[in-house]
Structures are given as C-alpha cells and as structure tokens.
C-alpha cells in the first residue's frame, strides 16, 4: 500500500484526523518497515506517531506473527543483511528467495536479538573495536559510548530484550589471563535509548570464559560458559536483564559434564534448550540421533533429556557436514551446512513426524565465496533507537 492514498495531510494536528489513531496505526502497521522509516522523514507529527511505544509495539506482535529468515554476509569490512519468508512446514523440494535485501553497514563481529544488531568496528588508529548498534529493516545505526575499561582486546557482548521494560540492554566484558587462562572480567551494562546512557559494573560471583553460543529468552540472557579458555562449557550463564544479576546453571548429564562442540542454544516453548549431536564434532550423515536438552528449573539445576533418533532418510538428504542454527516451534529442528560459504540449503528435520526436508535458498549468488550467517525467526522491529 502506498502512503500516497491516505487522505490526512502530514501537517495536520492529531486532532484534526479524519480517522481514529487506531486504524491509522494498523494501516501504517502493514507497510514494510523501509517504508515505514521513510514516513518517519516527511514530517515531525508522523515521526512522532510512527515512533510511538503504541505503534512500535502493535509493528513488533505482527511481526513476531510472521517471522523470517535472515542471511548475514561478511564482505571486506562490511556486514551485509538479506532476509525471506521463513517457509512453515515446508514441502519436499520447495524453496525460498531471499530477495529483500535489508541494509549495509561497515563492521565485524555482531550479535543480534529482537530485530536488532550489535557489530564492532575496527578502529584502525588505537586496535580498538567500536560498539555500534543498528536495525537492518530501518537502515539506523547508533555508536554506543565507549567502554570504561583499561582492557582492550577479547570483548564480547550479548544484546538482549526485556519485553516487560520494554528495554533493549547490552552486557560486554573484556577477558583477561589469569596464570595462564583466560577468563572473563569488567562485566558492564548499558541500556539503549536512555538520556545521557552510561555503561555501569555489573559484580559476576563465579569466574568464567564466555562463548558465542548465545540467548534471550523473556529478558534473560543466556550463554554457554566454561571454567577458562582451556576447557568445555560447562555451565550456563544467566543474566536477568531486570535485576542485572548474575546466576548460573551447571550442565549435568550422566557421562559427562561439558557441552558437546555441536551445542546450540534455543528457545523451546519460554524454556532454554540446547541442541546437540555427541556422536561427532559436527552434525553429519553419519549422526544416528539428536539431543535436546530443556531447563526445567535453574536453581536446582535440572534439565530434561530426549533424544530423537534419526530416520534412515538423514543419510540420503545430508551429503555434507552440518550445524544446527535452530528450532521452529517446538517440533522442527533446522540445520544448515558447516563450511558452504553461500548458504543454497537448509534441512527441516520434523521431531514429530520424523520427516526430513530439504529447502533451497534463491537471490544470494552475488555473495559466492563470502562468509555468511543463517538466523531464524528475524522479526522486523521499527523501533527508534
């Protein structure tokens, strides 16, 4: 829909609107948010209502009801973003166009949650990274404040969501060595889209090494962690983005405390699960079953364990190594392979129904060669930073 046929002029006040604010917030509601962030520039009184906490949030719950698929492309010094429809119990054969390319933005690591992401940019001058936090639906990007920290080099961050606050945190922590291991230290927090927004420490009780194996899940944050960089994760760090407290859940299974290098973190039904295969280090055709692991209660440490054994079909549809990047819903686990560079697949393996399909991916040709990351469930999220 065009924004032409509306019949208000965008200098009118809001008392002077010929129809009510609600159905002019769902018309605006089903325009591609590019759109959306161009209506934002016609006028002061449309950015205003197109930035309202109310039109936001009504974008964010349809988008949440129509989620996607979203392909990250690492090009020179740039992060590149495409999305497409993410297919509901997909047919045999079928495939998806990732067509809408969303944004461009120069930078390197990132993390992502709730429709937005969180990449360093290299500063050449100092070997330092720069924090930046952007919206690849709405083309906007943010330099978050630097640091306070003497540390330099080995930071992550973890960008999550607290529905409730309608907040959007980020926790970063540089790491350290300590007699010859290295550890996590100076962990901070920063709230996005505060007046005069300051990082502040944060006390973490147990030392530990993080990992890129991350989640948000109902405003707290996940992540796979271990005793130092030597050893496996062997823990979960969990941080209530509320109370901005730490806690941590061991992982406990009958033969062996670690996590297998093939873990991956989900969202099973509000709970975290985490995904693995022990039979090898990656996901391959010689996989007899998958893992799923839930937790049930943190505080007492206890998971859940079932295991799906896999159909003889898994070894006719996977011809190469695999990694799993998620789930959909709780009956579909989604892999992707390990090394291709240009994902042209992903395999649908249905727990239920223990089908197995195999989904083409069309539109990214042009990225041949590049590094690139698969996500699922992207929400498109208009959001002003």
Not at 136 to 147: E, H, I, K, W
Not at 271 to 296: D, Y
């Amino acid at each position: 829909m065009n924004v032409s046929v509306l019949t208000f002029s965008p200098h009118l006040e809001r008392s002077s609107l010929p129809i009510p604010d609600d159905l002019v917030f769902e018309i605006f509601s089903r325009l591609p948010s590019k759109a959306i962030a161009r209506c934002c520039c016609i006028s002061k009184f449309w950015a205003s209502m197109l930035r309202s906490q109310d039109f936001t949030e009504l974008f964010l719950t349809k988008s949440f009801a129509h989620p996607q698929l979203l392909f990250v492309f690492k090009e020179d010094r740039e992060i590149v973003f495409f999305s497409s429809p993410q297919p509901e119990n997909p047919e045999e054969n079928s495939y998806v166009v990732a067509a809408n390319h969303l944004a461009r933005f120069p930078g390197r690591e990132f993390s992502y949650t709730t429709g937005f992401l969180c990449y360093g940019v290299n500063l050449i001058r100092n070997c330092e990274f720069e924090k930046v936090i952007c919206n690849p639906s709405t083309g906007q990007a943010l330099t978050l404040p630097r640091l306070n920290s003497r540390l330099r080099v080995g930071m992550d961050s973890y960008l999550g969501y607290d529905s409730i606050a309608k907040e959007f945190k980020l926790l970063s922590m540089n790491s350290s060595r300590v007699t010859d291991r290295w550890i996590s230290k100076e962990h901070q927090v920063l709230t996005l889209g505060t007046k005069n927004s300051s990082w502040r420490l944060v006390e973490c009780c147990i030392p530990h090494y993080t990992s890129r194996k991350w989640l948000c899940i109902s405003g707290v944050l996940y992540y796979a962690a271990s005793v130092n960089s030597s050893s496996l994760n062997s823990m979960v760090a969990c941080f209530d983005l509320r109370s901005e407290k730490f806690s941590f859940v061991k992982f406990m299974e009958t033969f062996s405390r670690t996590m297998h290098h093939s873990t991956t973190l989900v969202n099973y039904d509000g709970k975290l699960g985490l995904i693995m295969s022990r039979s090898s280090r990656h996901v391959s055709q010689a996989n007899k079953s998958l893992e799923l692991w839930v937790l049930r209660d943190a505080a007492k440490h206890e998971w859940s364990k079932h295991v799906y054994v896999l159909p003889p079909s898994w070894k006719d549809v996977v011809t190469e190594t695999m990694r799993i990047i998620g789930m959909v819903g709780t009956s579909e686990i989604v892999l992707s392979p390990s090394f291709q560079y240009v994902p042209s697949y992903i395999i649908y393996f249905n727990i239920e129904s223990k089908r197995i399909r195999k989904v083409g991916i069309q539109g990214l040709e042009a990225f041949q060669g590049k590094r690139s990351y698969t996500y699922l469930n992207y929400v498109e999220n208009v959001k002003f930073i």
